[in-house]
């Protein structure tokens, strides 16, 4: 069973850069068949597509988001890593990592919990 | 960027009834449309990829159906669970792109 946990700090001062942790357990990041995918949702609203890594390939970002966030990964850890840099009370919002599958018509099959991050002075 | 718009935004029913969530992709997105359902303070789970396939463990009352721009959810006997939120999200082309979401409530 593919299991995916969110870690880093809850609250981030406007301007700072957000970084968030997917720890995941139960499968490979290094493995050639999935992308590992960042979603938020801010309180109440809809979820929003933030990146993807493919860790032989590629990233892809959202091009409302791109010029402040950078997805990386950690193989030795099976960790994969968001930064979003500049950020403002509009970040705020519940962060989730999934995996989605390497494949047309692909999936997002796995989810973490997800963790809320706050930004605020 | 494909847009994804369900309606209604909101629904009600009751336990027992038929409903039905409809999703519309402001181009083709041949069947690459997936469903979601999500309780409060919990993470989305899937439900049906490829606009019609169950997902591994989701109970037979759900089914899904559509192709090109147009797709339903439908939820046959309602059950006290199923009152949550549901999205779809198109994964025709990047970005990956979610409806507004449909929240389902309790009559």
């Known amino acids: 069973q593919v299991q995916l946990q969110e870690s880093g700090p809850g609250l981030v001062k406007p301007s700072e850069t957000l970084s968030l942790t997917c720890t995941v357990s139960g499968g490979s990041i290094s493995s050639g068949n999935y992308f590992w995918t960042w979603i938020r949702q801010p309180a109440g609203k809809g979820l929003e597509w933030i990146g993807r890594l493919h860790i032989r390939e590629r990233t892809d970002y959202n091009p409302s988001l791109k010029s402040r966030v950078t997805i990386s990964g950690d193989t030795s850890k099976n960790q994969f890593s968001l930064k979003l840099s500049s950020v403002t009370a509009a970040d705020t919002a519940v962060y989730y990592c999934?995996?989605?599958?390497?494949?047309?018509?692909?999936?997002?099959?796995?989810w973490g919990q997800g963790t809320l991050v706050t930004v605020s002075s | 960027d494909i847009q994804m718009t369900q309606s209604p935004s909101s629904l009600s029913a009751s336990i027992g009834d038929r409903v039905t969530i409809t999703c519309r992709a402001s181009?083709?997105?041949?069947?690459?449309l997936t469903w979601y359902q999500q309780k409060p303070r919990k993470a989305p789970e899937i439900l049906i990829y490829t606009a019609s396939s169950l997902q591994s463990g989701v109970p037979s009352r759900f089914s899904g159906s559509g192709s090109g721009t147009d797709f339903t959810l439908t939820i046959s006997n309602l059950q006290p669970e199923d009152f949550a939120t549901y999205y779809c999200q198109q994964s025709h082309s990047l970005p990956r792109t979610f409806g507004q979401g449909t929240k389902l409530e309790i009559k």
């Open positions: 181009q083709s997105i041949s069947d690459y």
């Open positions: 999934a995996r989605d599958g390497y494949h047309s018509g692909s999936y997002l099959d796995y």
